[in-house]
């Protein structure tokens, strides 16, 4: 049984640089026996540790029943990351996980997905675009809002192109703004809502990024008829154990790392905006 005080080690397969500041890393657990153990769910995250430095929680976008590697897009913006983002193919590093409460998958099948996703989080969402794809039978239509501040903010444009070729996928982008060569909407990305393709009564939302952005998004899908119950939130916090002992990632009377990352926005619509929480 996986102890989740004691990290796994794993190989760095593969390092893929997504932008200046934002990478990817690909993982296999080199014990066969920790590999046949592990088991996720698009939307958990794992804690990885970075010998000698300290570990960081990130979100785990590769797909629950690919080839047993674990992807992991990290931004640079401290300690942790920083030493990550030096790392090469051949080196290791520890993981400990999976943790949290993932994406509801099996509640989504036979029903339209809409995903909006804003700023640089859009990582907890690339498992669940994964997924969706790879079983692409099992649901119904697919919206993909995507909003950024800076045009130079979005990564992974080719990915966005290739979603967008795929039946019944709708790829909406935006950026406050956009620059000369800009292709997409200029603007907020709660403005695309009116040009998503999805029907209220059979939509479940998925959602990340600034939880302004959230807020605003769920407002405006609920003022289109989408029940507060089918809005689905991942929630940030600086989590430090993984385990919910810290305490670090308090959010209300719960803890993100054990009761998140992901809530129905009807669970979190109180605390969402206030100080503190």
Same mark, same amino acid.
């Given at each position: 049984?996986?102890?989740?005080?004691?990290?796994?080690?794993?190989?760095?397969?593969?390092?893929?640089?997504?932008?200046?500041?934002?990478?990817?890393?690909?993982?296999?657990?080199?014990?066969?026996?920790?590999?046949?153990?592990?088991?996720?769910?698009?939307?958990?995250?794992?804690?990885?540790?970075?010998?000698?430095?300290?570990?960081?929680?990130?979100?785990?976008?590769?797909?629950?029943?690919?080839?047993?590697?674990?992807?992991?897009?990290?931004?640079?913006?401290?300690?942790?990351?920083?030493?990550?983002?030096? +790392?090469? #193919?051949? *080196?290791?590093? =520890? %993981?400990?996980? /999976?943790?949290?409460? $993932?994406?509801?998958?099996? @509640?989504?099948?036979?029903?339209?997905?809409?995903?909006?996703?804003?700023?640089?989080?859009?990582?907890?969402?690339?498992?669940?675009?994964?997924?969706?794809?790879?079983?692409?039978?099992?649901?119904?239509?697919?919206?993909?809002?995507?909003?950024?501040?800076?045009?130079?903010?979005?990564?992974?444009?080719?990915?966005?192109?290739?979603?967008?070729?795929?039946?019944?996928?709708?790829? +909406?982008? #935006?950026? *406050?703004?956009? =620059? %000369?060569?800009? /292709?997409?909407?200029? $603007?907020?990305?709660?403005? @695309?809502?009116?040009?998503?393709?999805?029907?209220?009564?059979?939509?479940?939302?998925?959602?990340?990024?600034?939880?302004?952005?959230?807020?605003?998004?769920?407002?405006?899908?609920?003022?289109?008829?989408?029940?507060?119950?089918?809005?689905?939130?991942?929630?940030?916090?600086?989590?430090?154990?993984?385990?919910?002992?810290?305490?670090?990632?308090?959010?209300?009377?719960?803890?993100?790392?054990?009761?998140?990352?992901?809530?129905?926005?009807?669970?979190?619509?109180?605390?969402?905006?206030?100080?503190?929480?």
């Amino acid at each position: 049984m996986n102890n989740p005080y004691l990290p796994w080690e794993a190989e760095v397969v593969e390092r893929v640089q997504e932008s200046d500041s934002i990478f990817t890393l690909r993982l296999r657990l080199t014990d066969p026996e920790a590999r046949n153990h592990y088991h996720f769910v698009p939307g958990q995250f794992n804690m990885v540790y970075l010998y000698g430095v300290g570990e960081v929680a990130i979100s785990i976008v590769s797909d629950p029943e690919s080839d047993a590697l674990l992807d992991h897009t990290i931004r640079a913006v401290g300690r942790v990351t920083h030493g990550l983002a030096r +790392l090469q #193919a051949g *080196e290791r590093v =520890g %993981v400990r996980g /999976p943790f949290g409460r $993932g994406w509801p998958m099996a @509640l989504a099948e036979g029903r339209d997905v809409f995903i909006v996703t804003g700023g640089l989080g859009c990582a907890p969402v690339v498992g669940v675009i994964n997924y969706v794809l790879a079983r692409r039978a099992r649901f119904g239509r697919i919206c993909i809002v995507q909003g950024v501040k800076h045009a130079e903010d979005m990564i992974w444009r080719e990915r966005y192109a290739e979603w967008s070729a795929h039946p019944d996928v709708q790829v +909406l982008l #935006a950026a *406050e703004h956009g =620059g %000369v060569l800009w /292709p997409w909407h200029v $603007g907020l990305a709660t403005e @695309l809502f009116d040009q998503a393709v999805v029907e209220p009564s059979r939509t479940i939302v998925m959602m990340c990024g600034p939880e302004g952005m959230m807020r605003a998004a769920a407002k405006g899908l609920m003022q289109r008829g989408i029940a507060p119950a089918e809005i689905y939130l991942s929630m940030e916090r600086n989590m430090q154990c993984g385990v919910g002992h810290c305490g670090h990632c308090q959010f209300g009377g719960s803890f993100i790392c054990r009761n998140g990352p992901v809530y129905r926005y009807s669970e979190v619509q109180a605390l969402l905006g206030v100080k503190g929480f």
